[in-house]
């Protein structure tokens, strides 16, 4: 059985098994040296090895849990350490020491070091909740869900604290107006956030004092105004910055024991760990393994920790790379040291596990929120053009790979300037700031959502032909035409281009220019549409989408905004005589694929027109959608036998309606 498929207690007990013969000898040379004092020939080599030795046992020792044999050997190299050799009055105590060492050391060497059994991690919950509001506990239990996010509720204080010790959940998120009692409260978040990341939630006028938040261990703060499904992404943003499952460790070190024990605590949590035991080494190591972080001795041989971490920053490429000290000294000026020669912490021998994971997760924590924020757009949150780009590229290998469409947008804000000219560039950047929050809720996880400056926006869809991403961003459209944004309750519009991958380009940069040309024609059309890329605005309205043959104005315009929101050219015909001369003649005006055609018309009702076109061959190019109030059996299938091939009767929603036009144009 290997160590990663041995429990933690197990595993401590193999690596005592197997370094116990050494770690005795290392016992021996300390114990010669004080004898060798003691009879008063013992030499400056001597005493230097000893004091090497009682060092390294300090570390090993402690690590593997003897933690009295670890302060035995603690002393000794201290006094070992001194120039001279320890003043002949220590003598006698020292040897009680090195006596006392050896036998802490095999009083137990069946039982082996002792170390606490961790609880159990299968099927824990991702999130605990502890707000006593079940409507909105309800909901971030839901937000949760849709996420596919293991989430628990507690009420109250008592009931957090057994969740956590019964669940061991990753993240808590706490309402800091729990119960009414602040106290409690914030003490409850000092003693929850000691073992794992907890964001706090709280009104934006509660007056509650960060600072205080902070030193409790805080490591977030929402409001409680946030939708239940922001609440959510920013719990989970903040368990993935934390997260160290799969980090690649570099573990330098001289002492084999030290390093069979990273190896085992670390390998627990899923890191993968690789060792270097010679600092000569550690160069080449470096490039092999390519860490995420490198865990240091500050006490080598040949080369100090110090002086190799120092070389380390002075390299451009591993410049940024954590570094974390593990070190038996404490003193001012060794501390002093390791931060001097650029290391990020330092961890002191001996060490228990938890402690190495959670400085770990905390240095990766805080390289991957740098990251972020150097990824991220700081108004709108979303992702900007530089980060974007890899995450666009990567959409379109798997489309590629997986043979299937995708399609990359750009929205801009119609007429942005006179949003700033009327509310000031604070306004606009508000409304921006909204925006972000609404196109974040609105795509798919697996859309590429992003800011590329001003009031563009980028969206990049896998899986999605041409009509299902037109559908999608004519949805978003009508999304935003709804809202009202800022206090003053503004009404804003898009305007969108869109190119599908591979028709319109080969790449994220052909696409790009294929979608912004069709934002062009959108806002040459009279914005608050989405535009398809190939569309040239000469063709005029000779070559349309869809015709729509209707007499009531009112529903033939409100047909015409719903189907050109969503990217479709339209034509609005309000006779039956103009609509059988412009589709039916020998040399037609009009070309459309899908004629919406109602019933009663003027001059012509619309059976007559359906027949006329029918007649001329027209049926052979275009589908043709009935609108009638007529219901009756006999009329509708009247309608279907002249060539009709759907038939809506009056009055009808309009999504309805949209879904079908989409049906009849993917015929």
Known sequence: ???????????????????????????????????????????????????????????????????????????????????????????????????????????????????????????????????????????????????GVRAVVAADIHAARRLIAQDAPEIVVLDLSLGGDADATMAFLAEASAQRPVMVVADAGSGVDRVEVAQCGGRGFLARSLEPSETIAAALELRERGRVHGTRILAVDDEPVVLSVLQSVLGDAELEVQICEHPGAFWERLDEVRPDLVLLDFDMPEISGADLCRALRNEARWAGLPVIFLTARTDAESVREIFDSGADDYLSKPFVGPEVIARIANRLERVRLYHALADTDSLTGLPNRRSSMAALETLLRMADRQRQPAALAILDVDRFKSINDAHGHAGGDALLHELGAVVRRFFRGEDVVARWGGDELVVGMYGMVDADSRQRLGDFVEEVRERRFLDAGIAVTLSVGVAQYPTDGADVGELYRAADAALHVAKAEGRDRVV???????????????????????????????????????????????????????????????????????????????????????????????????????EVLEALEAGAVDHVTKPFSVPVLMQRVRRAMDR
């Open 1 to 147: 059985m290997s160590r990663a498929e041995l429990g933690p207690q197990s595993a401590l007990q193999a690596i005592w098994d197997s370094s116990k013969v050494e770690v005795l000898g290392q016992v021996d040379v300390v114990a010669g040296a004080v004898t060798d004092a003691l009879m008063g020939s013992l030499c400056e080599q001597t005493r230097v090895r000893a004091a090497r030795e009682a060092h390294k046992l300090a570390g090993s020792v402690g690590t593997l849990g003897f933690a009295v044999a670890s302060d035995h050997a603690r002393e000794l190299e201290h006094a070992l350490a001194v120039p001279d050799g320890p003043p002949a009055g220590e003598l006698p105590r020292l040897a009680e020491l090195a006596i006392a060492l050896r036998h802490e050391l095999e009083k137990d060497r069946d039982a082996g070091p002792a170390d606490a059994a961790s609880p159990p991690m299968d099927g824990r919950p991702a999130l605990l909740l502890v707000d006593d509001d079940p409507q909105r506990a309800q909901r971030l239990l839901v937000a949760a869900g849709t996420r």
């Open 532 to 634: 398809p890329a190939g569309r040239d605005p000469r063709d005029g309205p000779m070559m349309v989408d869809v015709a729509i043959v209707e007499d009531d104005a009112l529903l033939g315009r409100l047909l015409e905004h719903a189907l050109q929101t969503r990217g479709y050219r339209t034509r609005l015909i309000t006779d039956g005589v103009a609509a059988a001369a412009e589709l039916g003649s020998q040399t037609p005006q009009l070309l459309a694929p899908l004629l919406l055609l109602d019933w009663d018309l003027p001059g012509l009702d619309g059976l007559r027109v359906l027949r006329a076109l029918r007649e001329r061959g027209v049926l052979e190019r275009t589908t043709v959608i009935m609108l009638t109030a007529r219901g009756a059996e006999d």
